[in-house]
């Protein structure tokens, strides 16, 4: 009964873990970003972002400006496979530009 109890314990805090080392991204237009995003699906980037979903009722999260063209703070490279610097989940998805789900698909 206690290794049941330590695996259903251990399980629970694994959940907890891996939701832990996801970020939430809010995507803006009007308000001042906390960071400035050019996102390129191929060639080399700053970072690479894995898109996990969204996450509408994120409590904490970072506003981000996206842009194709102009001055960025980072250049994300999107992943669908393998290990990203960060996992990303949107807390508004809804309001994602066009461009920027063609580049998801």
């Known amino acids: ?8 314990v251990l399980g629970f805090l694994w ?4 939701a832990a080392n996801t970020y939430a991204i809010k995507i803006t237009k ?7 995003i050019d996102i ?9 972002w ?4 969204s996450c509408k009722n994120a409590g904490t999260y970072s506003l981000v400006e996206l842009t194709r063209y102009g001055i960025a703070d980072i250049t994300v ?10 996992d990303i ?14 580049m998801l698909d």
């Open 1 to 8: 009964m206690k290794k049941l109890l330590g695996i259903v």
């Open 40 to 48: 390129t699906k191929y060639g080399i980037g700053d970072e690479t």
């Open 89 to 102: 989940c949107i807390t508004n998805p809804d309001d994602l530009p066009d461009w920027f789900l063609e």
């Open 50 to 53: 894995k898109i996990v979903g």
């Open 77 to 86: 490279q999107l992943t669908k496979y393998g290990i990203a610097d960060k």
């Open 15 to 18: 959940t907890n873990i891996v």
């Open 30 to 36: 009007y308000l001042i970003p906390d960071l400035t």
